[in-house]
């Protein structure tokens, strides 16, 4: 997919972007995810934009499967926060209805009535918060969302679900505007088409938000909760000799500790322990 005229960040395919799960992408940008203090954002996944809808499950077949992954991975990495947005449309709380309605002329419904079914491959925990949404930002509209956010010392949001050009779009707008950092899912998303899909992420992909797929979030968030320790030894002014454990990280293998900048690392001795 090629964008016409300047882009918003970088002209290119899309799938230059994400297509591949095994692509890396620059560290120096995105710095290591904190699961302690990120969040995970699932918008809209009910039966209205899924079972109930053709025109999104004919060109999105995986996402069942996409989506039940990256939720089974957060739960098992123990994220900080999964909350879960539905929407629930009437025209008295929502008053963009009107306007919609007249535009799409009865295509798309526009009500959507209050409910408490999810589809079986997305279904929250009793533990995980559930909000409800009358527009199409996650943001907007009293949801408390930020609020959470900012009380659970939240710095990154990882946003998935239905409608990758609206709903989704609008939240992960309102989450990077509320000063987050905000990646994308890439294929825990779907819309109605593959290219309005595309057009989207194309659009705000790396400009607005990061761009991930499940499968590389996955190895990004193992990388960062195997932490293991070594003991070294260092030589500190007076020349005495020390003991010290260090963190070493998986994803470029620097060493991090309480030592100043002044502090010599001497000996790595495993057999004094």
């Not at 994220?79 to 295509?107: M, N």
């Not at 989450?175 to 994308?184: C, K, Q, S, Y």
């Not at 500190?236 to 003991?243: A, M, Q, R, V, Y």
Request: glycine letters at 6%; one cysteine or more; hydrophobic letters at 35%.
């Amino acid at each position: 997919l090629k964008i016409d005229g300047p882009p918003l960040f970088k002209q290119g395919s899309i799938l230059d972007n994400f297509a591949s799960p095994k692509k890396s992408f620059n560290s120096t940008f995105c710095p290591p995810l904190n699961t302690s203090r990120t969040a995970l954002l699932i918008v809209d996944v009910q039966p209205e934009y899924w079972s109930e809808c053709p025109a999104v499950r004919k060109d999105f077949p995986e996402f069942p499967s996409r989506i039940s992954s990256l939720i089974r991975n957060c739960r098992e990495q123990n994220l900080k926060r999964i909350i879960w947005v539905r929407a629930s449309y009437d025209y008295e709380h929502s008053p963009w209805l009107h306007q919609f309605a007249r535009l799409h002329q009865g295509k798309i419904p526009p009500v959507v009535k209050p409910s408490s079914e999810w589809e079986k491959f997305a279904t929250p925990l009793d533990s995980e918060i559930v909000i409800t949404k009358t527009s199409w930002s996650s943001t907007s509209g009293g949801t408390g969302l930020l609020e959470i956010l900012e009380n659970d010392g939240i710095e990154s949001v990882l946003v998935c679900g239905l409608i990758t050009s609206v709903c989704v779009q609008h939240s992960a707008f309102g989450v990077f505007e509320a000063g987050f950092r905000t990646i994308l899912v890439t294929d825990a998303c779907a819309d109605r088409g593959l290219e309005r899909h595309k057009a989207a992420l194309a659009l705000y992909g790396d400009y607005m938000y990061e761009l991930r797929t499940v499968e590389s979030l996955h190895s990004e968030l193992q990388r960062e909760t195997e932490v293991p320790t070594m003991s070294v030894y260092f030589v500190d002014g007076t020349n005495e000799k020390k003991k010290l454990a260090l963190i070493k990280s998986n994803s470029d293998g620097s060493l991090t500790s309480a030592t100043s900048n002044t502090d010599t690392i001497c000996t790595i001795d495993e057999s004094d322990e």
